[in-house]
């Protein structure tokens, strides 16, 4: 992915959970949304905060049901989205990370590898939220138009990536993420590891530890 200051909204990808984590999305792409945010003004002052606000999710609770629980739902997003959020706005508090975007957020604080303290909350607040946003009621099946032919053009056939997909989830050791990329450019992350060092220009399915996320891996442009 790019630079989170250049990504297009037209952008699309998806991705699935580790196995670890007991949650599976859909193949469905849709285009990236920019997270809310809330400015306020102190009283008796020209300083403008912005804070980072929880998301209401994109369908009621229980609409994932039966493939997911309305408690387990409850759960994930009211209990951990929540906390990333609201630590995130805790520790970027009055730093130079305050007013960035999210994602620029992401990418500053991944520090090419050199993971900073406020990494994990901004980068499993854009995760859970994209999570939500891949998934809908009825949702699943295959793909169309572009998505489909980026799909069969480097993986062969829409089966075969499912493959590939499920089973970079089922792998990842631990906590972690499965997600399907495009890879426009060669990474240059320095410290960190590039999972997958293959030709540009393609779709890959990747998967990454914890709060990682292939924004860090400049896969767009």
């Known amino acids: 992915m790019a630079a989170a200051a250049s990504m297009a909204t037209s952008l699309k ?14 193949t469905r792409s849709f285009p990236l949304t920019k997270p809310q945010r809330r400015f306020s003004r102190k009283a008796g002052s020209n300083l403008i905060t912005a ?16 493939h997911m629980s309305q408690a387990t739902f409850e759960y994930h997003w009211g209990k951990h989205h929540r906390a990333y959020v609201d630590n995130l706005n805790k520790q970027i ?13 992401i990418i500053a604080s991944y520090n090419k590898g050199d993971i900073l303290p406020s990494f994990n909350n901004a980068a499993q607040a854009w995760n859970h939220e994209f999570f939500w946003e891949s998934m809908k009621p009825g949702g699943g099946g295959k793909p169309s138009g572009e ?8 993986f062969g056939s829409f089966e075969r990536f499912i493959e590939e997909f499920k089973s970079a989830a089922a792998t990842q050791f631990g906590s972690g993420w499965a997600w399907l990329a495009y890879k426009a450019n060669r990474p240059n992350v320095e410290k960190a590891v590039n999972p997958f060092p293959s030709e540009d220009k393609k779709l890959e399915v990747v998967k990454s530890p914890n709060a990682v996320n292939p924004l860090v891996w400049d896969y767009f442009s």
Do not use: C, H, V, W
């Open 13 to 26: 990808f998806a991705l699935l959970p580790s196995q670890s984590q007991g949650l599976r999305g859909s």
């Open 147 to 154: 998505l489909l032919d980026l799909i069969e053009r480097d």
């Open 51 to 66: 804070k980072f606000e929880l998301k209401p999710p994109p369908y009621p609770m229980n609409a994932l049901e039966p």
């Open 93 to 105: 508090a009055g730093t130079e990370l305050q007013g960035l975007s999210l994602e620029d957020i």
